[in-house]
């Protein structure tokens, strides 16, 4: 199976696209197939983004967009907007998309499905509040079924899990959970698994994904007792030189060598975590430890995050973006494969709000150097990546393996109609 990740700006506009692993193989990047999951990630293509009044916040591009609008790529089936400020929730790109939105749904930070519902353009059954995330409530994971094409085989599954800050202010810092297994490509010889829904109002709804309806629905819950054997060992002292010595680090990662759903009838997952204002770890384990733990889907595949810190006065918010420290500490404690930088755009900025901000900026060869010598002698060192406007990158991974490659492919225009 493989993961396109195209930059549609210099900021963090991206399109995400699982494929099966034939299908990355035998077709071209932006090819419908039914078992493509595309998801577009806070569109922002032109015009300024404004918050609250142009005398308080103003932002522009200084860097063309790879494309003009949003009808130049196929419709995605998920548009994903992780807050309400206009960077990330930006009406004028967003009404690029069609009305009806036949094939695709906006899934958004709760703050920003009420202002887009509020513009009163889109069919409002289309655009959904993403629920907070709590490691007690199995309902708070969106999950899209993927189709099985042989009889016998195991559906695929993408799930999508909005992780919120605790005690955050500003609300800037969140993060949103991907993960994505491909349907099985031989047939199940594992005992039927029967599905219920948690949330019959969520499972009625007829929301695209090439056919087939959204399917709220979760296996039933593991029991209580299996946890105390998962193989979760008491925290390892810290590595010396670590640059984040977290003891919560070393209890996932021993999770994840004992806790394996792999088979042939049954793939790998893939993971992605988009924080483009980062957040605390801290925020981040109940998931890793309920979610992605017993679905095998650690190591991490990709992190989306921010180099540059921003910090504000205190009245103003204080940190902005957490930038490289944040990302590092996410990228170590989730073993992280790939980091692609995010948010990071030179834009060019204006009004009250933005006086007094001050940016670290951390290039690439800084990240590279600090996280070399933080996992220094690890087997899987992450691979840290920008992307210029217009770039895509390809992970691949057959079976545990992880192959990355760039190829310029010029994306097809798409009519809406």
Same mark, same amino acid.
């Given at each position: ?45 032109s015009?300024?983004?404004?918050i ?20 130049e ?14 960077d990330?929730c930006?009406e ?14 906006i ?36 999950r ?10 195991i ?18 810092h ?20 029967t ?7 969520l ?9 087939s ?14 946890r ?50 980062? &957040? ?8 890793? $430890?309920t979610?992605? /733990? %017993?679905?095998a =889907?650690? @190591? !991490? ?87 210029d ?5 390809? &992970? ?8 990355? $490659?760039?190829?310029? /492919? %010029?994306?097809? =225009?798409? @009519? !809406?109609?």
């Amino acid at each position: 199976m493989s993961l396109s990740v195209r930059h549609l700006n210099g900021d963090s506009t991206f399109l995400l696209t699982f494929s099966p692993k034939e299908d990355a193989r035998n077709s071209t990047p932006y090819a419908i197939s039914a078992n493509r999951f595309s998801i577009l990630l806070d569109p922002w293509l032109s015009g300024d983004s404004t918050i609250y009044h142009r005398k308080f916040a103003l932002a522009r591009h200084t860097v063309p967009s790879a494309i003009d609008h949003l009808s130049e790529i196929p419709p995605p089936n998920v548009v994903l907007i992780s807050q309400e400020k206009s960077d990330h929730c930006h009406e004028e790109t967003l009404r690029q998309l069609e009305p009806s939105l036949r094939h695709t749904t906006i899934l958004a930070q709760p703050a920003a499905a009420k202002k887009i519902r509020g513009w009163k353009y889109f069919n409002p059954s289309k655009v959904l509040a993403l629920p907070v995330y709590s490691d007690r409530r199995p309902d708070s994971v969106l999950r899209f079924c993927l189709p099985c094409q042989i009889p016998g085989g195991i559906p695929g599954e993408v799930t999508v899990a909005f992780i919120n800050a605790r005690l955050d202010m500003t609300g800037l810092h969140n993060a949103i959970a991907l993960t994505y297994r491909p349907p099985s490509e031989v047939p199940s010889f594992e005992p039927t698994t029967t599905f219920y829904s948690h949330d019959t109002r969520l499972s009625e709804l007829d929301l695209p994904l090439q056919g087939s309806p959204f399917l709220e629905q979760l296996p039933p819950t593991p029991p209580e007792s299996p946890r105390s054997t998962t193989g979760v060992s008491p925290p390892l002292s810290p590595r010396p030189g670590s640059f984040f010595p977290i003891t919560a680090t070393n209890s996932i990662s021993s999770a994840v060598t004992s806790v394996s759903t792999y088979s042939p009838s049954r793939p790998k997952t893939m993971s992605v975590l988009y924080s483009p204002h980062g &957040i605390a770890y801290a925020n981040i384990l109940p998931y890793a $430890r309920t979610h992605l /733990v %017993p679905n095998a =889907a650690l @190591p !991490l595949t990709l992190l989306l995050h921010a180099f540059d810190r921003v910090q504000n006065v205190w009245y103003l918010g204080g940190n902005i973006s957490t930038g490289m420290p944040g990302g590092l500490e996410l990228a170590q404690s989730l073993l992280a494969r790939y980091w692609i930088s995010a948010h990071d755009e030179d834009k060019l900025s204006s009004g009250f709000s933005v006086k007094n901000c001050v940016t670290r900026k951390h290039t690439l060869r800084e990240v590279r150097a600090l996280l070399t010598g933080a996992r220094k002698g690890s087997r899987a060192p992450i691979d840290i990546v920008v992307l210029d406007c217009g770039a895509e990158i390809l &992970i691949e991974v057959p079976h545990a393996q992880i192959r990355v $490659r760039e190829r310029p /492919v %010029p994306i097809p =225009a798409w @009519p !809406l109609a």
